[in-house]
C-alpha cells in the first residue's frame, strides 16, 4: 500500500549533518572564545568577594574575642576587690558583672553589624550594582521603622546611657519616679526592681525621668528625741554621747557607722515639749537600721537616767498633776432657782375656782 503524499518527507526537510556539526563548533568556539576573554575578570571578582569575606569575618571575630577578653579582666578585676577588705563597700560583683555584660553585648552587636554592612556593601558595589537607589530605600525604610518603633529605640537608647553612665547597678536601691525598690536586673530596655512590699516593677528605661539613688556615697541616719523642756541639755548630750561611744564599737555597728554620732542641738523648742536632733553618717542602705538601733538604746538610756520622754512613761519622783476641783461643778442653771421665771414657766397651772367641771 502506498504512503500519501503529505506523509512522505521532503528531501528539503531533512537535517544536514554538516551543518549542525559546523553550528555545534561554532558555538563552542564561541563560549571558549568568552571564557577565555572574561576568566581572568571572573577570576579577580571572585577572589575580590572572597578576600572581602574572609577580612570581615576575621576583623570580627578579632573584634569579639578582644570585646570578650576585656570583659572577662573587668569581672576578674570586680572579684579582686570583692575579695579584699572592705571590697563589699567599693564594688558590687554581681553589679560589675551585669553591667560588663551588657556593655558587652552592646558593643559586639555595633562591631558586628558594622563590619558586615560595610562588607555586603562592598561585595555589591564589585558586582556592579548601584548603591544609590538601595542606600536610599535603606533610609525611608529606616525612618519608618523608627517612627513606628520610636518607644522601643527611646527605650534602648536610654538603657545604653544608663549602664555607660553607670548611674544605678544591681543591689542598689533607687527612686526612678515610677516606681522605686532595689535593682534586680538592669536590661537594655527594661530595669527591674524589688519594691519594700516584695513585689517586682518592670520599669521600661524611657520612662525614667529622673533617678535617685539611695545606695552610692553615703547616707544620713537622724532620730528625733521629744523630752520635757524641763531637763538638763548638758545631761541629755551627756546621755546620748554614751550611747554613741557604745553602739561605735560594738559589731556589726562599728562598720555601718561611717562618722560620729552627734546632738545637733533643738529642732523645736513648745510649751510641754522640746526636740532634740541625734544624727550620724552611715553606710549608703543603712541608715534606717541604725536610726532604730539608736532609738532603743536612747529610750533606755533616758529611762535609766531618769530623763522623761514625751509620751512615754512619767519619770521616778514626778507627781501627777492635781485635777481641777472645778471640772466636777456643774454650769450654773436658771432652773435651779425656783422664783426665776423659767421655773414659774415650767409648773403646772392650778385650776380656777367655780369652774364648771366635766365628769363622766
Do not use: C
Amino acid at each position: 500500500m502506498p504512503w500519501p503524499a503529505a506523509l512522505l518527507p521532503l528531501a528539503a526537510d531533512t537535517p544536514d549533518p554538516a551543518a549542525s556539526v559546523k553550528e555545534a563548533h561554532e558555538s563552542v568556539t564561541n563560549a571558549a572564545s568568552f571564557i577565555e576573554e572574561n576568566w581572568a575578570g571572573w577570576l579577580y571578582l571572585g577572589l575580590k568577594i572572597l578576600l572581602i569575606l574572609v577580612i570581615a569575618a576575621a576583623l570580627r571575630s578579632l573584634v569579639r574575642k578582644s570585646l570578650t577578653k576585656l570583659i572577662l579582666r573587668m569581672n576578674r578585676g570586680a572579684e579582686a576587690v570583692e575579695g579584699m577588705a572592705l571590697g563589699g563597700l567599693l564594688v558590687n560583683a554581681e553589679r560589675r558583672r551585669q553591667r560588663s555584660e551588657a556593655i558587652g553585648s552592646v558593643l559586639r552587636s555595633v562591631a558586628s553589624f558594622l563590619i558586615l554592612g560595610t562588607a555586603g556593601l562592598m561585595v555589591l558595589g564589585a558586582l556592579g550594582i548601584n548603591l544609590g537607589p538601595l542606600l536610599a530605600s535603606a533610609g525611608v525604610a529606616g525612618v519608618a521603622i523608627g517612627f513606628g518603633a520610636r518607644n522601643l529605640v527611646t527605650d534602648f537608647l536610654s538603657g545604653v546611657f544608663m549602664i555607660l553612665e553607670d548611674q544605678y547597678g544591681v543591689g542598689d536601691k533607687i527612686d526612678a519616679g515610677v516606681a522605686s525598690g532595689e535593682v534586680v536586673e538592669v536590661g537594655l530596655r527594661v530595669t527591674k526592681l524589688r519594691g519594700d512590699n516584695g513585689e517586682i516593677w518592670y520599669v521600661r528605661n524611657g520612662e525614667i525621668k529622673r533617678i535617685g539613688n539611695l545606695s552610692q556615697g553615703w547616707a544620713t541616719a537622724g532620730v528625733d528625741v521629744q523630752v520635757k523642756p524641763s531637763e538638763s541639755l548638758t545631761r541629755i548630750r551627756e546621755v546620748v554621747k554614751h550611747v554613741a561611744e557604745g553602739l561605735a564599737k560594738e559589731s556589726p555597728w562599728d562598720e555601718r557607722l561611717w562618722g560620729p554620732v552627734e546632738v545637733l542641738g533643738l529642732d523645736e523648742v513648745l510649751l510641754a515639749s522640746m526636740t532634740v536632733r541625734v544624727s550620724a553618717k552611715t553606710m549608703p542602705g543603712q541608715q534606717f537600721a541604725v536610726e532604730r538601733e539608736l532609738r532603743w538604746r536612747i529610750k533606755e538610756a533616758f529611762d535609766e537616767a531618769g530623763i522623761g520622754i514625751i509620751g512615754g512613761l512619767p519619770a521616778a519622783g514626778d507627781e501627777e498633776e492635781a485635777a481641777d476641783p472645778s471640772a466636777a461643778v456643774a454650769a450654773p442653771s436658771a432652773l435651779a432657782n425656783p422664783a426665776s421665771p423659767q421655773s414659774l414657766a415650767t409648773a403646772p397651772i392650778p385650776p380656777s375656782v367655780g369652774a364648771p367641771r366635766i365628769t363622766k
